[in-house]
């Protein structure tokens, strides 16, 4: 190469060498610039179900799962429910409630199950994500939560909830006979293993519920009854017709915060759920002395005791019930049903100030209670001018075929009394 040239392609390389150090330098001097900047706040961390729930992850056969375990400790209260009479529960409380099938248990052995699932329908794809069950301990109430982080730890929850209430005698639940029991049944013979629940007395405190309040409250739901009977108003409660969607929304985003209201939701329903089942079963265990001071309560015991073949009881709870004070709507069949139960037991002669009382005035039961009185008139006193009477003003009311031949035959025997006093 000429020396000439030589000379060009050293000249052009310093130049570049030149250009690159300015552009380094550069570079240098913005990483500076950005470095000395304030930086961005980045999001927050998503903290684990363990971080905001306590808890732990569970190993079993079937793969994992997650657990949580609270205590309300015994000195606390719910409501109007002091937590530590939990544990005085006498043993026999749920048999007449249960009509019997419950065998007397320690409040030790019975176990509170509820459950939030993916859907409030049933039915095969309906999931039970998460399963709650409650236990009275003498350090308090204990509820223990089974959750399934994903469709895939379903096995392993299942597997735990059945292990765990292997530790009870009784099993008990609001609307569980209904749903809960039958999505669960659904769930273990999908993963093929044996449900449960088999071996353990079943009480649905619904029905014991609705006996007892169905008269007095709009609704018998479990939340409803937490308030009114309870005194506990819950804050931030979330509703149950949002507790799917929170879980979707879990599995979608993995952001564990959402879930805590889920948690706290079922925990309380647990925890009333016992609560309630001190009160419920005691009106059934001794009907005639429970106090209950309103009248649609005692009519719903007196119409329970009526189905349990105990009228001489049902005949004191349906009198305490219309002293108390009832609707129209319900004064009036118990009244009729007062009048037939004392007929029944005691006579014509016990029923006849109820049944003239329903004769006296509009009512649905007036024209039945007209004819009891025909009837008792005519049989029991022969007195045909008083039960003709009494026939014609149900035959006013509603003309049917039995009260024109009673009129008829009463006619008859009129006619024939008298003939026979002339003669």
């Not at 550069?26 to 470095?35: A, D, F, I």
């Not at 015991?301 to 219309?322: D, G, K, M, S």
């Not at 319900?330 to 037939?340: K, Q």
Request: some cysteine.
């Amino acid at each position: 190469m000429r020396s000439e040239d030589q000379a060009k392609l050293a000249g052009s390389l310093a130049d570049q060498l030149a250009q690159l150090r300015q552009r380094i330098a550069r570079l240098e001097q913005r990483t500076k610039l950005s470095s000395s900047s304030p930086t961005r706040k980045q999001p927050p961390q998503r903290l684990r179900l363990e971080e905001y729930l306590g808890g732990q992850e569970v190993q079993t056969p079937y793969g994992s799962h997650f657990e949580t375990e609270k205590l309300y400790p015994r000195h606390r209260r719910h409501g109007s429910m002091d937590l530590s009479d939990l544990e005085e529960l006498p043993p026999d409380l749920l048999g007449p409630i249960s009509a019997g099938e419950i065998a007397p248990a320690p409040p030790t052995r019975w176990a509170f199950l509820d459950t939030e699932t993916t859907g409030l329908a049933g039915g095969t794809g309906t999931y039970a994500f998460l399963i709650g069950v409650g236990r009275i301990t003498p350090e308090g109430f204990r509820v223990r939560q089974f959750f399934m982080r994903d469709y895939s730890e379903e096995a392993s929850l299942l597997h735990a909830v059945a292990e765990h209430l292997n530790e009870f005698d009784v099993l008990i639940t609001y609307n569980g006979k209904i749903y809960d029991l039958p999505l669960l049944e659904t769930r273990y013979r999908m993963a093929r293993r044996q449900p449960p629940f088999h071996r353990l007395a079943h009480l649905d405190l619904l029905f014991g519920a609705r006996r007892l309040w169905r008269f007095r409250y709009e609704s018998c739901r479990l939340v409803e009854l937490e308030q009114q009977v309870l005194g506990v108003e819950r804050e931030g409660d979330l509703p149950s017709e949002l507790i799917p969607y929170v879980y979707f929304e879990y599995l979608r985003r993995r952001e564990a915060l959402q879930l805590v209201p889920v948690f706290h939701h079922n925990a309380m329903d647990i925890l009333s759920l016992a609560c309630l089942a001190a009160i419920v079963p005691q009106a059934f265990r001794d009907p005639t002395s429970v106090v209950l001071r309103h009248g649609t309560e005692l009519l719903g015991l007196a119409r329970w005791l009526l189905r349990q073949n105990q009228p001489a009881q049902a005949v004191e709870l349906f009198r305490r019930a219309i002293h108390a004070g009832l609707p129209d709507e319900l004064l009036f069949p118990a009244l009729w049903n007062l009048a037939m139960l004392q007929k029944r037991l005691y006579g014509c002669e016990a029923a006849l100030a109820v049944l003239e009382e329903l004769a006296s005035g509009p009512n649905p039961y007036r024209v039945p209670a007209l004819e009891e009185l025909a009837k008792y008139y005519e049989h029991r006193l022969a007195d045909y001018e008083r039960a003709l009477q009494l026939t014609l003003q149900a035959l006013e009311l509603e003309p049917t075929e039995s009260l024109r031949k009673r009129r008829q035959r009463l006619e008859r025997r009129l006619a024939k009394h008298c003939s026979g006093r002339l003669l």
